[in-house]
């Protein structure tokens, strides 16, 4: 008939949510995470590869192995002390070696700006990233870098994984990322720009946070 519309059933389309969690359903734990590793090695290479080592000029970009040069960085043997014995590292590659009588699982990495704190997140990255022979992290299953200052008011370790670090990664939600990251043997954590963050007490919250 004139100007009567014929109606047109059309297809369901899946959304794009649909199809995100049907695959991350259908997806190992084992493969998960080695689609989190992979794609925190894509994020880490993007950073450790912009490396500006002179600030004006933007075009010449380097990654972090070409330029870094061991720094003079000394190990405060006694924190608890006021008086307390500085070692000077032979390398960064020693910033575990522990050779005072207690132990530490973390270390602060201290100094004043432009001293390389965050070339040297960028050079463990590396590290992690392409195995290197006695690096402190290279034997960890997963290591994850986080910039503070990106992290807003995300209150979870695992929320700020996945929005930093694995935007775009839809097949990872953050649940994933808490059920890999509890499974695996070591997770080497470094946060860099303490100090850029207004809330520091926030940090401890999504450090031991379990949400
Ligand atoms: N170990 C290093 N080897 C070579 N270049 C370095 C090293 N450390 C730092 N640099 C150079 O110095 C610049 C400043 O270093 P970086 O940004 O790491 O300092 P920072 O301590 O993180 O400063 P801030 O406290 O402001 O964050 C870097 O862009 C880098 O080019
Ligand atoms: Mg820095």
């Not at 084992?30 to 075009?59: F, H, N």
Request: charged share 30%.
């Amino acid at each position: 008939m004139p100007g009567k519309k014929k109606a047109v059933r059309r297809k369901k389309q899946p959304t794009h949510k649909g199809t995100a969690s049907a695959s991350q359903s259908a997806l190992t734990l084992a493969e998960k995470k080695c689609i989190l590793i992979d794609s925190l090695k894509t994020a880490y290479k993007k950073q450790y590869d912009a490396v500006q080592p002179i600030p004006y000029i933007k075009d010449r970009l380097y990654c972090v192995d070409k330029v870094f040069v061991e720094g003079g960085i000394e190990h405060v043997l006694e924190t608890q002390s006021k008086n307390s014995q500085k070692e000077r590292l032979s390398s960064y590659k020693n910033i575990f070696t522990d050779s005072s009588s207690r132990s530490y699982t973390r270390r602060i990495v201290k100094g004043e700006a432009g001293y390389g704190k965050s070339t040297l997140a960028l050079q463990l990255a590396y590290d992690w990233c392409n195995g290197v022979k006695d690096s402190p992290v290279s034997a960890a299953d997963v290591l994850i870098l986080l910039k503070l200052r990106q992290l807003g008011n995300v209150r979870s370790i695992y929320k700020a994984i996945k929005v930093i670090l694995l935007q775009s990664e839809f097949r990872l939600n953050s649940k994933d990322i808490k059920d890999i990251l509890q499974r695996c043997t070591t997770v080497k954590l470094i946060l860099d720009g303490f100090d850029e963050y207004p809330n520091r007490k926030k940090v401890i919250e999504v450090i031991s946070g379990d949400h």
